[in-house]
């Protein structure tokens, strides 16, 4: 349901790639086209709430309910929600208000602090977003096995592939429509099991038991579980497997800082999604995790045989699980068709979100220059024909168990993405630095982060603490896959980091010299629709101008 402001804004938007932004601006290129601002407030909304909740909330948090407890479970989240996750979305929010570029965060991260900065942290997040198409892509085929057992999982992997493709290559504005209905319909389901878990531990089941509490058990051990050693040193670990786990279901920063160029009124929408991210951690996250431990117990024996197992789908998550341990049918079926469409959801995001990194790469001169193709309604096509080819190794379910492959690319997506937030983090003290020094007017700032540069040291410290120990468990006994899977991204950043510094000779950049001004007037042309005269009275006079149900949807974004 597009509003009259945002198809008005699609039709503006859409005139800078039919005339090109370069000769717009007194440039003699020839016309290319380019990414256009075709994704409203909403479609940003929603594609940062949904981005990241993909399968790894449904089912794999099954797995480590069962390794530490209850309590953990929503210590873990919390902990890396409001200490990690939170500030690295206020640092991007800040950072790109005042220039939402087209090249994304590493462009900014290669004025502010090194290009071999912004090198890294573009092909880091290229790598943990491929691999996390790769683990929902794997995750389909999980989950369509709760069906259908014998079928070879990698023909649902190809299916999976053929859907994302197909809604990647539409105009971005069709895009964001499609993952816009994916995401409302995975909100839905979250709040769904939210409100079945307050139901039945009310009592509202066949078996009219109103269980409240009891599957924490009666034995306050058992809310945090020992894992890894026994004592207070195994329940500490146990709710670090929480935090880990947690790096890598919780998202959200990614999608703000690589849709910057394509937003339309983004300095208003980006402090408004990035500002969200407080209320998203504790609704989606927190509240959910904390339902997952009251509807299901952590020594569940029928969770944990199919976990054990390998169960496919929705067999093995807590959530149906414990449905049907108080007598309800027929909402597995459900939730499982409900789970595969959320994998689809977060994959077809996820293709966006490696695409894009590519061809701002390509056009920061990091990647091959084909790479900047784009077809006359802004799609990178070669980009995401790159990221189509890269995801063919999710065919390696047709020669190993589905779900040992899935939590490979698990493993392997978690390291990359801590390492991206990390440098994102890290990017934004240099940002900080930068401005300070050379005195940057504060009221030029569309969003300011509450406390200076202190929540994103917090949040490299964290950050790094988590890279360091993320493969505690893979020494002793050593693992040779754990080890690989585990501390792979760390090297691949460290890699990318050093090889550009060293090839190039880069240096740091002083903070007096870094360049806060280039490609802000073209920036400020092409968002003045929006901004002449202010961004919220022109806000509110458009609101004025609507009927008063219109009005209450278009607050909510």
């Known amino acids: 349901m597009a509003s009259d402001m945002e198809k008005t804004a699609e039709k503006a938007s859409l005139a800078p790639s039919a005339t090109n932004t370069s000769e717009q601006y007194g440039s003699s290129r020839p016309i290319v086209p380019e990414t256009v601002r075709g994704l409203s407030p909403r479609h940003v909304q929603l594609m940062a709430i949904a981005g990241s909740i993909g399968t790894g909330l449904w089912a794999g948090v099954g797995s480590v309910l069962v390794k530490s407890g209850p309590l953990s479970l929503i210590l873990g989240y919390l902990f890396w929600g409001l200490f990690f996750i939170c500030p690295v979305n206020l640092c991007v929010g800040e950072m790109l208000a005042y220039l939402p570029l087209k090249g994304s965060i590493f462009e900014l991260a290669a004025r502010y602090a090194d290009p071999a900065l912004g090198f890294a942290i573009g092909w880091t997040f290229f790598f943990a977003s491929v691999m996390l198409v790769c683990v929902e892509y794997s995750a389909v085929a999980v989950i369509i096995s709760y069906w259908d057992a014998t079928t070879n999982p990698a023909a649902y992997v190809a299916a999976a592939m053929v859907v994302c493709i197909l809604l990647n290559i539409v105009a971005v504005k069709y895009y964001g429509e499609s993952e816009f209905l ?187 220059k084909f790479l900047t193709k784009c077809t006359q309604q802004g799609v990178p096509i070669y980009a995401i024909a790159v990221v189509s080819v890269i995801t063919c190794v999710t065919f390696l379910v047709a020669s190993n168990e589905a779900i040992d492959v899935f939590w490979w690319f698990i493993d392997l997506t978690t390291t990359g993405l801590i390492a991206t937030y990390t440098m994102f983090a890290l990017t934004y003290i240099f940002w900080y630095r930068a401005r300070t020094t050379q005195g940057l ?46 501390y792979f991204g760390l090297a691949f950043a460290v890699v990318m980091f050093a090889g550009w510094k060293v090839w190039h000779r880069t240096k740091f950049v002083h903070p007096a010299e870094a360049d806060l001004i280039s490609g802000k007037k073209e920036v400020d042309e092409d968002c003045r629709r929006w901004e002449e005269g202010g961004i919220e009275e022109n806000y509110r006079k458009y609101l004025a101008t609507l009927p008063f149900w219109e009005r209450c949807w278009e607050r909510l974004w």
């Open 441 to 486: 007017d504060e009221s030029t700032l569309p969003y300011r982060v509450p406390g200076g540069w202190y929540p994103a040291i917090c949040a490299v410290f964290c950050g790094c603490l988590a890279l360091t120990f993320v493969g505690y468990d893979c020494f002793v006994p050593f693992s040779t896959r754990g080890f690989v899977t585990s």
């Open 182 to 368: 994916m995401s409302i319909t995975k909100v839905l389901l979250l709040f769904g099991l939210i409100l079945i878990t307050i139901i039945t531990m009310s009592g509202g089941n066949p078996k009219h038991d109103a269980y409240g509490f009891r599957n924490w058990g009666s034995d306050p051990s058992t809310y945090m579980r020992e894992y890894y050693t026994t004592g207070s040193t195994g329940r500490f670990l146990g709710w670090w497997e929480v935090v880990l786990y947690a790096g890598f279901t919780i998202g959200g920063p990614e999608m703000i800082a690589l849709s910057a160029g394509e937003i339309q009124n983004p300095r208003r929408t980006i402090p408004r999604v990035a500002k969200m991210i407080f209320a998203r951690i504790v609704t989606f996250y927190v509240v959910g995790v904390l339902c997952v431990g009251i509807i299901c117990s952590s020594s569940d024996k029928g969770l944990i045989k199919a976990i054990s197992e390998g169960a496919a789908g929705a067999a093995a998550s807590p959530w149906v699980v414990g449905i049907q341990n108080v007598g309800i049918t027929g909402l597995p079926h459900l939730i499982n068709a409900l789970i595969m469409l959320s994998g689809l959801s977060c994959g077809n995001a996820m293709v966006y979100g490696s695409s894009r990194t590519l061809y701002g790469l390509a056009r920061d001169g990091k990647a091959p």
